[in-house]
């Protein structure tokens, strides 16, 4: 469940797992496939793009997110031209980046 997350820490742990015999493979490669498809970064544009009035009752769920958004906003106006390339490497703040430029 982990790999549906941020991080692919846990797919590669989901792999170790599996050598050792704790897990079976072919239930880890179907869900690391699964997490693939899931987790395209087109899927989090679109949340953020066609449904704003969602996420934001979710930021008036969770207002401590907001300092996630924040920092992700004075991100895309420091960094205009590269912030495509640059938020594969925001770790922790992946999704809220697509979720926000969406």
Not at 32 to 45: H, M
Not at 60 to 76: C, E, F, G, M, T
């Amino acid at each position: 469940m982990g790999t549906f997350f941020e991080g692919e820490t846990f797919l590669i742990l989901a792999g170790f797992a599996a050598h050792q015999g704790y897990l079976d493979i072919p239930w880890v490669i179907l869900v690391a496939f699964c997490r693939n498809v899931v987790r395209r970064p087109g899927v989090f544009f679109y949340l953020g793009r066609r449904h704003s009035a969602m996420i934001q009752s979710i930021l008036d769920y969770y207002p401590h997110w907001l300092n996630r958004v924040a920092k992700v906003q004075s991100l895309i106006e420091r960094y205009k031209p590269s912030w495509a390339f640059i938020y594969h490497f925001l770790y922790g703040l992946r999704i809220a980046f697509l979720l926000v430029i969406g």
